[in-house]
């Protein structure tokens, strides 16, 4: 579970940074939508519970990713791909889910 935690950690950093970012460009929408995202994630550093990853993967992100596509903005769905997108497909690979690429379904088209 050690690769998780590098990973989370990652993620909770990027994430705060996106809510700052979202908070002095004054949008709540993103700022409710970035904090939902990674609210839990502190408490699954360290966490052996794999079912807990597995709900985040499957179903916290899930969410997020639907909100992102709901917003048709291109550069949202842009930064996503470079802060988050990376460690998402390493924690798919550590937890084995396969399914499809969140590189596929974020890029703008």
Known sequence: MKTLDTLYW???KSGLICVRTAAEEGDLSRCRAEA??????????GEENLRRHLYYANQEREVYIEWLLST?????L????LV???EWKEMDLVLGIHG??????LSPE
């Open 10 to 12: 990652s993620i909770l």
């Open 36 to 45: 939902e995202h990674i609210h839990n994630i502190p408490s699954l550093i």
């Open 72 to 76: 048709n903005r291109r550069e949202l």
């Open 78 to 81: 842009e930064h996503v791909l």
């Open 84 to 86: 988050f997108a990376g």
């Open 100 to 105: 499809e690429s969140y590189e596929q379904r």
